[in-house]
């Protein structure tokens, strides 16, 4: 997002409804693949109660960039969902 955009609640916003929507889905949780060096992207899904782990991934298109999964657990439901978020990250 451009700096002039930043911090008016849009990101938090988009992943609010992709956490409603994985939930209402019945997922067991919520991955998220970002660019590993992009901390902003990190610190907003911490916000939003997802939890950044240890796993790295290559880019699909550029493997000189690493990739970092966070996940957001529903321990309601049982089915893991993937999602890319961001620009850069793989699906």
């Given at each position: 997002m451009r700096p002039g955009?930043?911090?008016h609640g849009v990101a938090r916003l988009l992943i609010a409804d992709a956490v409603a929507w994985?939930?209402?889905q019945g997922s067991a949780s919520l991955s998220v693949w970002t660019v590993a060096t992009n901390h902003r992207a990190l610190a907003v899904l911490v916000?939003?109660?997802f939890r950044v782990t240890d796993t790295h991934q290559p880019h699909p298109?550029?493997?000189g960039?690493?990739?970092r999964q966070s996940?957001?657990?529903f321990p309601e439901?049982?089915?893991p969902l993937t999602?890319?978020?961001g620009k850069g990250t793989a699906p």
């Open positions: 955009r930043r911090d994985a939930r209402e916000r939003c109660g298109r550029d493997p960039i690493q990739l996940s957001y657990p439901n049982r089915r999602a890319a978020a």
